[in-house]
Nanobody, 116 residues
Framework: QVQLVESGGGLVQAGGSLSLSCSAS????????MGWYRQAPGKLRELVAT???????NYADSVKGRFTISGRGAKNTVYLQMNSLKPEDTAVYYC??????????WGQGTQVTVSS
């Protein structure tokens, strides 16, 4: 298993930027996929961005061109750089670590609030 701790959330005005970090309790080199998901009040949790062990990235259409996922190096940390933030980006953001047939771990989440 792996424990994940998110940080970097907060309050920002529309058009601003935030950078989220997800620190893992052990090496994430072998983990199939690391990702960021978010859940707004009254809505289902949704994918934001993922990065595979091979470095391939995937983004939700709503964040393409604005958000960038990176990391998976020696620091055992994955980042989410969020630019041009919109009020609809307001949500709790969760880090996820997934390896097929082994585990699907979640962090505790970090709140991101974008004011208009």
């Amino acid at each position: 298993q792996v424990q994940l701790v998110e940080s970097g959330g907060g309050l920002v005005q529309a058009g601003g930027s935030l950078s989220l970090s997800c620190s893992a309790s052990r090496s994430i080199v072998s983990i199939n996929r690391m990702g960021w998901y978010r859940q707004a009040p009254g809505k289902l949790r949704e994918l934001v961005a993922t990065i595979t062990s091979g470095g391939s990235t995937n983004y939700a259409d709503s964040v393409k061109g604005r958000f960038t996922i990176s990391g998976r190096g020696a620091k055992n940390t994955v980042y989410l750089q969020m630019n041009s933030l919109k009020p609809e980006d307001t949500a709790v953001y969760y880090c996820n670590a997934y390896t097929l047939g082994t585990f699907n771990a979640w962090g505790q989440g970090t709140q991101v609030t974008v004011s208009s």
